[in-house]
């Protein structure tokens, strides 16, 4: 049975710093892309980062030099790192695994990130 499972949301103050994890079980981690993606009440799922099997990574324009998305395949996590956050970051946060060409996609549960002060 095919398992993502993230943690490490919450609430943070603006300006503060979060890292998400998210850790699959059932697959063969090494050979998917993982992707974080977030939904805001109201607004539609946008793709945050992502980072191939081969590790290369990309980030929406958004989040681009405050998110660092990286993976351990040893330990089949993938994580985002988040600095700087803004009240706008304010999302449930989903981590995506999927094979590019293929109908292989299973998605996490979602954590809460809240930027407030």
């Known amino acids: 049975q095919v398992q993502l499972v993230e943690s490490g949301g919450g609430l943070v103050q603006p300006g503060g710093t979060l890292r998400l994890s998210c850790v699959a079980s059932?697959?063969?981690?090494?050979?998917?892309?993982m992707d974080w993606f977030r939904q805001a009440p109201g607004k539609q799922r946008e793709l945050v980062a992502g980072?191939?099997?081969?590790?290369?990574?990309n980030y929406a324009d958004t989040v681009k030099g405050r998110f660092t998305i990286s993976r351990d395949n040893a330990k089949k996590i993938v994580y985002l790192q988040m600095n700087s956050l803004k009240p706008e970051d304010t999302a449930v946060y989903y981590c995506?695994?999927?094979?590019?060409?293929?109908?292989?996609?299973?998605w996490g549960q979602g954590t809460q990130v809240t930027v407030s002060s």
């Open positions: 059932g697959i063969t981690f090494s050979i998917y892309a």
């Open positions: 980072i191939t099997s081969a590790g290369t990574t």
């Open positions: 995506k695994a999927h094979i590019v060409g293929t109908r292989m996609t299973y």
